[in-house]
């Protein structure tokens, strides 16, 4: 186990520069999540750390040594790729072996080795498989064995439930996380889904375009996104997003359609802003701001009711913990709790605390 | 007429035509053995008969007895052998590293082996003998093989095997895993690569075993003959006697055919299959 440290991490492909001076702290046996829109960077992180690609400028930091010249397989690291890469070739338990023969261990013990590894993984009944006779599940679990019977300082894990259908991905999701809690060996995984960065991490790092835009801890970025891009990213439904202005001292947000929506912490502001609202922090009743959406569509899901409704020219979402029958093209009042209105700077983006 | 009707007489249709097309691409195949089992009077019979009435086994005496033609046999053989070990070994290192290696200038290089397919061995076959003539290779099997180390088709072949199902991903894990290059090149790439290796290892010998330009100018010797040449010249010697050299080339068939049978699952495979593998 170790701390994994990022010092100012740049790397370029060609011309093109892909990561700008990219910095942050792992903690030793954390598990981090990279989280972020495809493209953003953060696959090619994973393949610095790992050794796969040459870094530009920067350091990358395991436990007390700098590693960027040191070869992968020296880091001491394991790495579960999107596809699993298993040999087809070998049986499962020679993949997951197969490190342990370079590592020129006795046959005696890498077969211990991989039985215990199996055992964990619940996959000792498919041993003298191989990869081609198992499901998607099942070359998952191997993949993640292969990693696991080395014993690495530090688990890379990149999309790795990506391939996997849904309701497979959620049990597997459970499963990882309680492997983490068992080996407890820092982590890093990579995901494009925010879900499963929230629900497995200790610490989400969200990242756009090459530039890292929020550390925290996944309720922290919930609850105190530092910007619009993290405020939309994170939350599934997305937060709506709307254009207001306010003058100083007054309490009153106004939406472009003339509404108003009180909150009477803005008086400090002044000019054009975007506030932003979660969808379940929207009501049918109770006390706070109101407001009149036109519904453009509904989803019942017997437990819940998804909206999509439109207000001051935005589309916004509504989540409500309720049955709902409307027709589409209604206008209903809804309400809001003031101090869930989050208001970001209509130029840079940026959560204003108010 | 319904559509299972429809359906079996078109297969039935289909069938036919087949058959049709196999008897008549056997037949020259078949009447060639005959041949080799017929008396010298029996072969110049109209119609030509396609069982001998009274076959005999002289003319495979006589090819046996009168010419080297064992010999040139394992010449062709071991001239074959040679050029295979050496195409597949070229071929597989080369396309492997063209493949997942991708620098410009080894792009280049990869144009540069295409560019030589284009070339008619023709073109260069004279230079080239001199070549072998100054390094004192003629009447070798050394300078039978000058030429028949490295094919470019093959270099082809393997990248695009390479390319096609061998994914980085696979590299990189056994590279994180403590595996050197060559270590991964030997326990992963080419167990993954049999089947288009077996493919071209029955390519690269056929070609050399019907090698006949190249052997007729370096062999010179009557005893170093390849079965190819030794077949010509058994031609010109004995035009009248067809029969012999219908028993001659009946006996050189069945090594090739042999290895056809034995490797034909592997030459359908790699030529068919090299598409993405999980």
Redesign the interface.
């Known amino acids: 186990m170790a701390t994994v440290e990022i010092k100012e991490l740049h790397k370029s492909f060609g011309d093109v520069e892909i990561l700008h001076g990219i910095s942050f702290t792992i903690p030793d046996g954390a598990f981090v999540a990279l989280v972020g829109p495809s493209g953003c960077g953060k696959s090619t992180i994973l393949r610095l750390i ?3 690609e040459e870094i530009t400028s920067g350091e990358i930091h395991i436990g007390d040594n700098i590693i960027n010249d040191v070869e ?2 020296n ?1 001491n ?3 579960v ?3 699993y ?1 298993l ?3 070998l049986t499962v338990a020679q993949n997951m072996g ?2 342990l023969k ?2 020129k261990k006795s046959k005696a013990e890498i077969e211990r080795a991989v039985q215990h590894t199996a055992e964990i993984l619940g996959v000792n009944k498919l041993l003298h498989r191989l ?2 006779q198992l499901s998607g599940g099942q070359r998952q679990r191997v993949a993640m064995g ?1 990693a696991i019977v ?1 014993k690495p300082q530090v688990f890379l894990f990149d999309e790795p439930l990506s391939n996997l259908d849904a309701k497979l991905r959620v049990q597997m999701r459970a499963e990882l996380k309680a492997l983490h809690r068992r080996l407890a060996t820092t982590t890093v995984y990579v995901t494009h889904d925010q879900i499963e960065a929230m629900t497995m991490a200790d610490i989400v790092v969200v990242m756009r375009d090459g530039n890292v835009e929020q550390v925290g801890r996944p309720l922290e970025l919930y609850d105190k996104p530092v910007n619009q891009f993290v405020a939309g990213f994170i939350g599934s439904p997305a937060m709506g997003f709307l254009p207001a202005t306010t003058k100083v001292g007054s309490s009153e947000m106004v939406l472009s359609d003339g509404q108003v929506l009180s909150k009477p912490t803005c008086a400090a502001l002044d000019g054009g802003y975007i506030i932003g609202l979660r969808p379940e922090h929207i009501q049918l009743g109770g006390n706070g701001a109101s407001f009149k959406a036109t519904i453009e569509a509904s989803e019942q899901t017997g437990s819940e009711t998804l909206l999509l409704a439109r207000l001051a020219d935005q589309e916004i979402t509504i989540l409500l913990r309720e049955r709902f029958d409307t027709p589409i093209g209604d206008v209903h009042t809804f309400v809001i709790d003031p101090t869930a209105v989050q208001v970001f700077d209509s130029k840079t983006g940026a959560r204003l605390e108010t | 007429m319904s559509a299972t009707d429809r359906a079996r007489r078109t297969n039935f249709l289909l069938d036919v035509t087949l058959f049709v097309i196999c008897i008549l691409l056997l037949t020259p195949l078949i009447l060639l053995i005959a041949n080799g089992f017929k008396t010298p009077q029996e072969m110049l019979v109209w119609p030509p008969t396609l069982f001998p009435k009274d076959p005999t086994l002289e003319n495979f005496h006589k090819v046996f007895t009168e010419t080297p033609l064992l010999r040139w046999m394992l010449n062709s053989f071991l001239f074959a052998i040679l050029s295979t070990v050496a195409i597949v070994a070229t071929s597989a290192l080369a396309g492997y590293i063209i493949g997942k290696f991708p620098f410009r200038t080894i792009n280049i290089i990869f144009i540069l082996f295409l560019a030589t397919a284009i070339i008619p061995f023709e073109v260069y076959m004279i230079p080239l003998y001199f070549q072998v003539k100054a390094l004192g290779l003629l009447n070798s099997v050394g300078g039978l093989l000058v030429g028949y180390l490295v094919m470019s088709f093959g270099i082809f072949l393997i990248r695009q095997n390479v390319i096609a199902s061998i994914p980085d991903e696979l590299l990189e894990a056994a590279r994180i895993d403590g595996a050197g290059e060559l270590w991964i090149f030997w326990y992963v790439v080419l167990p993954l690569l049999r089947g288009p290796l077996a493919a071209l290892a029955v390519l690269a010998f056929f070609q050399a075993w019907t090698a006949f330009a190249w052997p007729i100018i370096v062999m010179t010797r009557k005893k170093s003959f390849t079965i190819e040449v030794g077949l010509a010249n058994f031609q010109s010697a004995y035009t009248v006697d067809l029969s012999l050299l219908s028993a001659a080339s009946a006996a050189v068939m069945v090594p090739s055919v042999l290895a056809f049978v034995l490797l034909r699952r592997n030459f359908v495979e790699g030529i068919a299959a090299s598409g993405m593998k999980e």
Do not use: D, V
């Open positions: 790992a050794g796969l992968p397989k880091r690291i394991a790495m790729f999107q596809n890469a040999y087809p070739h197969f490190s370079l590592l990869p081609k292969r080395r």
